[in-house]
């Protein structure tokens, strides 16, 4: 943030006139403090993945993740006469996959109905040398402009975010190809920090640019979790680190983490699932890490409350994010204090939100990290 750079600033919203009071509920959790009541948001994670748009006039994926107008009109078309209740703030993230980051060097995507992948480009590791990032590419300047297309058409509609950035380990895993990159670690450790340490070294420079561009729109910084901040916020992860040990983690992955949240005022730390979950002490033990994402699995994981003692464990130490479902709520709030707590649940109706805001503003408890 700039010496010039207000800390606060006022936005309005159609759907969302309680804008302001659920900035400052969000705020607060990451302070670890309540005010009257805990953040809520009404989406269950992933819920994108089970709303795959079918409508589109080509057969070819490509087409339709590349086709601005459709993916800024779509988006509209979802918000328009919606109220959005509790911190379920209305935002829009120009998205071209999980792995765009490793697109901007120069690896191909492929597309599927819901994500997109791509293809590993380092073969061998002479390969490294034609990585070089390049802001004028297809991915970087489509992403440019749907992100201005969206700010052109939503204004007062929605906020605009960024895209899903994944620097570091797991895109140099993406260039490699995951099973490859976990058998680098253990035979090619210097090749692979080199790779690595290429994969992080733009970071800043990306994220400035984005970051620049939405702020001289009004926008707060926000992404695809749907956390806005009036500061900069990042969603930092390591999905790869499910595959490796809490040795190898500290020796290639720590480094990396340290260094991408340095400059940011709310990292967000996204937890996917019980492998990545082994290295949380580590994680937690990086002062630019504000908060963690716990995303339980599908399956057998999925019942939240096997999950409470984990919870409680991260909650002693930073806010966190739980996606659960309606029918768990109760069960939920009777075994958890509220400090520190962020519910994400799925919704069908205007009737079910504002019932769960009832229902979660009697969840009493006070205590203080």
């Known amino acids: 943030m700039t010496a010039t750079q ?22 607060a959790w990451f302070e670890g403090a309540v005010l009257d009541r805990p953040p809520i948001r009404f989406v269950a994670h992933n819920a994108f993945v089970e709303q795959a748009n079918q409508d589109y006039p080509s057969d070819n994926l490509k087409d339709r993740w590349f086709d601005a107008e459709f993916q800024v009109e779509t988006f509209l078309k979802s918000v328009e006469g919606r109220r959005f209740h509790g911190e379920t703030f209305p935002i829009f993230w ?13 690896t191909t995507l492929e597309y599927g109905e819901v994500t997109s992948w791509s293809v590993p480009s380092v073969r061998a590791w002479d390969d490294m040398a034609r990585l ?12 440019d402009e749907i992100t201005r297309l969206a700010l052109e058409r939503l204004r007062g509609k929605a906020l605009i975010g960024y895209t899903d950035l994944h620097p570091g380990v797991d895109c140099a895993a993406a260039w490699r190809d995951p099973q490859q990159f976990c058998i680098d670690l253990i035979e090619s450790p210097d090749e692979a920090r080199q790779l690595i340490d290429i994969a992080i070294g733009d970071f800043e420079r990306i994220y400035d640019y984005y970051d620049a561009m939405l702020k001289a729109a009004g926008q707060p910084s926000g992404s695809w979790m749907g956390i806005p901040s009036f500061g900069r916020m990042h969603i ?9 040990s809490p040795r190898l983690f500290e020796r290639f992955c720590l480094p990396v ?15 996917d699932g019980k492998g990545v979950a082994r290295h949380l002490d580590m994680i937690l033990s990086v002062p630019g890490v504000h908060a963690i994402q ?12 096997q999950w409470v003692p984990l919870i409680k464990e991260i909650q002693a130490r930073a806010p966190v994010i739980v996606d659960l479902h ?21 919704t069908h109706s205007e009737e079910e939100e504002l019932d769960l805001l009832k229902r979660v503003a ?3 408890g006070r205590r203080v990290f």
Request: overall charge negative.
């Open 236 to 244: 930092p992860s390591c999905d790869f680190s499910s595959l490796i």
């Open 257 to 271: 983490l340290q260094r991408e949240v340095q400059t940011m005022t709310h990292n967000v730390f996204h937890v």
């Open 326 to 346: 309606q029918s768990e709520l109760d069960d939920f709030m009777a075994a958890v204090e509220p400090e520190g707590i962020f519910l994400w649940i799925g």
């Open 132 to 143: 070089k990032l390049d802001m004028g590419n297809e991915y970087f300047t489509k992403l």
């Open 362 to 364: 009697r969840w009493n």
């Open 6 to 27: 207000p800390t606060w600033w006022t936005i309005e919203l159609e759907g969302m006139p309680g804008f302001e009071a659920a900035m400052k509920r969000a705020h």
């Open 294 to 305: 716990w995303v339980q699995g599908v399956g057998d994981d999925q019942p939240i409350m």
């Open 94 to 106: 120009p998205n071209l996959g999980p792995e765009v980051y490793a697109a901007f060097y120069g």
